[in-house]
C-alpha cells in the first residue's frame, strides 16, 4: 500500500491527469495485487454505464444553459432586489444566488463561476476590497454542492450504494447552517472592510443590477428560473422522479425555457452543449480509472483492512470521525473533489459501518470536508476561480479568507458531530 501511494503522489507531483495516474498505479502493479489486463478491461464501461451517472452530464447542460442565457443573471437581480434594503447587502445577495446556482447546478466551482462573474464587479463598485469579494465569493461557493442537487453526493450513493434522495434531502440543514454561518461573518467583516460599514452607491444608480427593469418585471423574469430546482427537487422528495430522471426533465425545462424565451443563440447552444460535454465526459473517465483503483483495493480487502484497523485502535465514534474530518482536509487540499470521493468514500465507508455512523451522515461529512479543501491551495479552485472573476490576487484574499474558512469548519464540525443535523427527516 504504501508503494502504491507513493508511485500515485509521484505522479500527480509531475502533473498527469487524475485519470492517468489512478490507472497507471495499478497497471504498474497488477502482479503485486494478483490482477491481469483481461480482468480489468470491463471494469471502467461497469464503472460509468451506472445510471445515477447520468444524472451528472444533465446537471452540467442545465447550469450551463441557466448561465449562457442569463437566467443566472436574473436570479441574482432577484436576491439583490429583495435584500438590497439590507445594510451591506451585497454580501447577502452572494450567498442567496450562490445558493440558488447551488440548486441548478450541482458544482461548486460552476457558482463560483457564474455568481463571481456577475457579483464581482458590482461589489467592487460599492466599495469592497478585491480580496474581500473574491473571498466572500470563493466560500459561499461550498453552497453549490450543499444545496441539492449535488454532484458529489450523487457520486458518493452511486459508489458507495446509498440513497441519493436521502443524500439530498439530508444536505437541507447543512447548507442552511452554512449559508447563516457565511452571513453571520460577513456581517461582522463588513464593518472593517467598508467605510462606515456601509456600501458606497454610484452617481444615479438604482440600487439593483436589474436597474433597468421595474421590480414586477425582476420578478416576473425571475420565476422561470426559480420554477427549475421546485420542478427537480419536487419531483424527488415528491416520489414522482428519480435523481436522474429529475435532471433529465430539469435539462429539457431549461433547454425550453431558453429557447422559448429567446434568450441564447444557437452558438449560445452549441457552446453550453460542448461544455457539458468536455466537463462531464472528463468526470466519468475520472470514474472510470478509480473503478479499476477501487476494484483492486477490494478485491485485496484494503478497505476490510482499514475497517480491521481503525476498530483496533480507534475506540469511539467520535474519535474515528474527528480522525476523518483531518484526513479528508488534506486529501481535498490536494485531490480534486469527485476524484476524492470516488477514492475515499468506498475505502472508509466499511470502517465508518463498524462504528453503527449512518452512511448518509458519513456521505455529508465526506462531501463537506472535501469541499472545505476547494478553500485550500494547491487544488484550491473555488480560489482561483473568485480571484479571477474579481481580479484580485491570493495574498489580498488572505487577510479575509481565514474568517469564512473558520466559519466552514465549525459548521463542518456541527455537521459531523450532530448527526441530527443531516438525519433530522427520520425523526418526522
Not at 29 to 52: C, D, F, K, R
Not at 188 to 208: F, I, N, S, Y
Not at 375 to 398: C, E, G, I, S
Not at 399 to 416: E, K, M, N, R, V
Request: charged share 10%.
Amino acid at each position: 500500500m504504501a508503494l502504491t501511494f507513493g508511485l500515485m503522489a509521484l505522479f500527480l507531483v509531475l502533473g498527469a491527469p487524475l485519470a492517468v495516474t489512478f490507472g497507471l498505479v495499478i497497471f504498474l502493479q497488477m502482479g503485486t495485487y494478483g490482477l491481469s489486463i483481461a480482468g480489468l478491461s470491463n471494469i471502467p464501461y461497469e464503472e460509468i454505464s451506472s445510471y445515477p451517472l447520468v444524472a451528472i452530464p444533465l446537471f452540467m447542460l442545465t447550469g450551463e444553459l441557466m448561465n449562457r442565457s442569463g437566467m443566472a443573471a436574473e436570479l441574482i437581480a432577484l436576491a439583490d432586489l429583495l435584500l438590497r434594503r439590507i445594510r451591506a447587502a451585497f454580501g447577502y445577495i452572494t450567498v442567496a444566488a450562490s445558493a440558488m446556482m447551488g440548486a441548478i447546478t450541482g458544482s461548486s466551482v460552476a457558482t463560483v463561476a457564474a455568481v463571481g462573474g456577475i457579483v464581482s464587479p458590482e461589489m467592487i463598485k460599492r466599495g469592497y476590497p478585491k480580496g474581500y469579494v473574491a473571498s466572500l465569493t470563493a466560500s459561499a461557493g461550498l453552497l453549490g454542492v450543499l444545496v441539492p442537487p449535488s454532484i458529489p453526493l450523487i457520486l458518493y450513493g452511486a459508489t458507495v450504494g446509498v440513497s441519493i434522495s436521502q443524500l439530498f434531502i439530508a444536505t437541507m440543514v447543512p447548507a442552511v447552517l452554512m449559508a447563516a454561518l457565511f452571513l453571520v461573518v460577513h456581517n461582522r467583516l463588513t464593518r472593517k472592510v467598508l467605510r462606515d460599514g456601509v456600501e458606497g452607491r454610484l452617481e444615479g444608480d438604482a440600487g439593483t443590477l436589474g436597474k433597468r427593469k421595474t421590480s414586477s418585471r425582476i420578478v416576473f423574469d425571475a420565476t422561470s428560473a426559480l420554477l427549475l430546482p421546485v420542478v427537480i427537487l419536487g419531483g424527488i422528495y415528491g416520489g414522482i422522479m428519480t435523481p436522474t430522471e429529475a435532471a433529465a426533465i430539469g435539462c429539457l425545462y431549461a433547454i425550453g425555457m431558453s429557447a422559448g424565451r429567446r434568450l441564447i443563440s444557437r452558438e449560445g447552444f452549441t457552446r453550453s452543449f460542448r461544455a457539458a460535454a468536455i466537463t462531464g465526459s472528463g468526470i466519468l473517465v475520472i470514474i472510470a480509472m478509480t473503478g479499476i483503483f477501487n476494484r483492486a483495493m477490494v478485491l485485496n480487502q484494503v478497505p476490510q483492512d482499514i475497517a480491521i484497523w481503525v476498530a483496533t485502535y480507534i475506540e469511539s465514534p467520535i474519535a474515528f470521525l474527528l480522525m476523518v474530518n483531518v484526513v479528508l482536509l488534506l486529501v481535498g487540499t490536494f485531490m480534486e473533489t469527485n476524484a476524492s470521493i470516488l477514492l475515499m468514500g468506498p475505502l472508509l465507508a466499511p470502517a465508518a459501518e463498524r462504528f453503527g455512523i449512518d452512511p448518509v451522515h458519513f456521505g455529508i461529512v465526506i462531501a463537506t470536508n472535501l469541499e472545505i479543501g476547494l478553500l485550500t491551495p494547491p487544488m484550491a479552485a473555488n480560489l482561483y476561480v473568485a480571484a479571477r472573476a474579481a481580479n484580485a490576487r491570493l495574498a489580498d484574499m488572505m487577510p479575509y479568507l481565514g474568517w469564512f474558512f473558520g466559519a466552514a469548519l465549525l459548521g463542518q464540525a456541527i455537521i459531523t458531530f450532530v448527526p441530527f443535523a443531516t438525519l433530522w427527516f427520520r425523526y418526522l
